[in-house]
């Protein structure tokens, strides 16, 4: 079994930014030569997540709309109050959006249908450097 194990680091302007990491992903497993396996994206960070999407202006715009009536950034959190914090919100998103997303190998290629991107959110309420830890099995 072969494991190879990349890092994608990057900066992000916070306030549910979203990156394509679709390509940097597929040059961890080109790297990896693993032809038929798993490959894991994770994020590093409490305040951020990894998910799959159409990664286009109106999905990107949708899906932060969508964010906004579910977890408002301006709402009464017990954590802002506990910890004299702004970003309760952003760990609430995390949380809902989940750290990481598997996806299939095959032939070298990220198995993904046409209009499906790999992406990274940041929740947090301001300008972050990120590490996204991407794994590859096989």
Do not use: C
Not at 73 to 97: C, K, M, V
């Amino acid at each position: 079994m072969t494991v190879h194990t990349g890092l994608l680091s990057f900066s992000t302007r916070g306030d549910a930014d979203v990156v394509d990491l679709t390509s940097d992903v597929q040059g961890v497993v080109d790297e990896s030569r693993v032809r038929d396996g798993l490959v894991t994206v994770a994020a590093v960070g409490s305040t951020a997540g990894v998910t799959t999407m159409e990664f286009e202006p109106g999905g990107v715009h949708d899906l932060q709309a969508l964010l906004d009536r579910l977890v408002a950034p301006g709402a009464d959190y017990e954590h802002n109050r506990r910890n004299h914090d702004t970003n309760g919100h952003a760990h609430l998103r995390a949380s809902l959006i989940g750290p990481s997303v598997a996806i299939p190998v095959a032939d070298g290629r990220l198995t993904l249908g046409t209009w499906q991107q790999i992406v990274f959110l940041d929740f947090d309420d301001r300008p972050r450097s990120r590490t996204v830890v991407v794994q590859v099995v096989g």
